[in-house]
C-alpha cells in the first residue's frame, strides 16, 4: 500500500450528536464506503513550546498556524513505525508533510538527538522524505524548545467517496486528553474532551 505523505485539501468540522451521525452515515452510504481499516484508534502527541506558543496561536484562529506531532495506529514501542507530521492551515486549506520512521527515531529526531543512520535504514522515497525532513529542521530550528505537550487519542470511523478516494469524511468519539505520560508508548486514556453521545464529523476535500 503506497503511504501518502503530501497533503493539500479543505478540512471542516462539526460537532453532531448520536442521532445527527446515524442519519448523516445512513445518506452518505449511498455514495461513499467505509475506509479499509474500519475503526481504528489514532494517538496524536503534539508538540509545543513551555508556554504553548502553538495552540495559543491556533486558538486565536489565524490566517496561518501550523503544529508538529507524531501519529500512531497502534500502540507504539520503539521499533513501530510511527508519522512525524507537519500541518498547517493558511487562509482555509490544510498542508500536511509526514514521514515514517520508527518510534524511537521520530522521539529522538524532535528532541534533538537525530543520528542518521537509522533513519538512513527506513527511508522509501529518498527525495520526498528529504523535503519533509528540511521542513521538519525548520520548524525545530524556529520554535528551539519544542517537547512533548499533549496526547491525544479517539476512536475514528473514515470513509470515503466511491468516485473520488481524495473526498473523506470521518467521525471521531472518545476522544481523550492528557498532559502526563507524553509517549505513543503509553496506552490511552486522559479526560474526556466530548460530552456523552457526541462525535466530531470532519470533511476533507482535496
Given at each position: 500500500?503506497?503511504?501518502?505523505?503530501?497533503?493539500?485539501?479543505?478540512?471542516?468540522?462539526?460537532?453532531?450528536?448520536?442521532?445527527?451521525?446515524?442519519?448523516?452515515?445512513?445518506?452518505?452510504?449511498?455514495?461513499?464506503?467505509?475506509d479499509e481499516f474500519g475503526r481504528s484508534t489514532v494517538r496524536s502527541l503534539y508538540?509545543?513550546?513551555?508556554?504553548?506558543?502553538?495552540?495559543?496561536?491556533?486558538?486565536?484562529?489565524?490566517?496561518?498556524?501550523?503544529?508538529?506531532?507524531?501519529?500512531?495506529?497502534?500502540?507504539?514501542?520503539?521499533?513501530?513505525?510511527?508519522?512525524?507530521?507537519?500541518?498547517?492551515?493558511?487562509?482555509?486549506?490544510?498542508?500536511?508533510?509526514?514521514c515514517r520512521m520508527t518510534n524511537a527515531a521520530a522521539e529522538a529526531y524532535l528532541?534533538?538527538?537525530?543520528?542518521?543512520?537509522?533513519?538512513?535504514?527506513?527511508?522509501?522515497?529518498?527525495?520526498?522524505?528529504?523535503?519533509?525532513?528540511?521542513?521538519?529542521?525548520?520548524?525545530?530550528?524556529?520554535?528551539?524548545?519544542?517537547?512533548?505537550?499533549?496526547?491525544?487519542?479517539?476512536?475514528?470511523?473514515?470513509?470515503?467517496?466511491?468516485?473520488?478516494?481524495?473526498?473523506?469524511?470521518?467521525?471521531?468519539?472518545?476522544?481523550?486528553?492528557?498532559?502526563?505520560?507524553?509517549?505513543?508508548?503509553?496506552?490511552?486514556?486522559?479526560?474526556?474532551?466530548?460530552?456523552?453521545?457526541?462525535?466530531?464529523?470532519?470533511?476533507?476535500?482535496?
Amino acid at each position: 500500500m503506497t503511504v501518502q505523505k503530501v497533503f493539500a485539501r479543505s478540512e471542516v468540522k462539526y460537532l453532531v450528536s448520536d442521532k445527527q451521525r446515524e442519519l448523516i452515515e445512513n445518506e452518505m452510504l449511498r455514495w461513499m464506503r467505509p475506509d479499509e481499516f474500519g475503526r481504528s484508534t489514532v494517538r496524536s502527541l503534539y508538540y509545543d513550546t513551555p508556554d504553548h506558543l502553538l495552540i495559543r496561536r491556533s486558538l486565536a484562529a489565524p490566517v496561518y498556524k501550523e503544529k508538529l506531532r507524531l501519529r500512531s495506529y497502534k500502540q507504539a514501542d520503539e521499533t513501530f513505525p510511527v508519522y512525524a507530521e507537519i500541518k498547517k492551515k493558511y487562509d482555509g486549506v490544510v498542508y500536511k508533510r509526514r514521514c515514517r520512521m520508527t518510534n524511537a527515531a521520530a522521539e529522538a529526531y524532535l528532541s534533538g538527538g537525530w543520528q542518521d543512520g537509522p533513519y538512513k535504514n527506513e527511508q522509501e522515497d529518498n527525495t520526498l522524505d528529504a523535503q519533509v525532513m528540511k521542513e521538519l529542521d525548520f520548524m525545530l530550528s524556529r520554535y528551539k524548545t519544542l517537547a512533548p505537550a499533549a496526547f491525544v487519542s479517539c476512536e475514528r470511523e473514515a470513509f470515503y467517496a466511491v468516485d473520488d478516494h481524495e473526498f473523506r469524511i470521518t467521525f471521531d468519539d472518545n476522544i481523550l486528553g492528557r498532559d502526563t505520560d507524553l509517549s505513543l508508548t503509553e496506552g490511552i486514556g486522559g479526560l474526556k474532551l466530548l460530552p456523552d453521545g457526541q462525535s466530531l464529523m470532519e470533511i476533507k476535500a482535496g
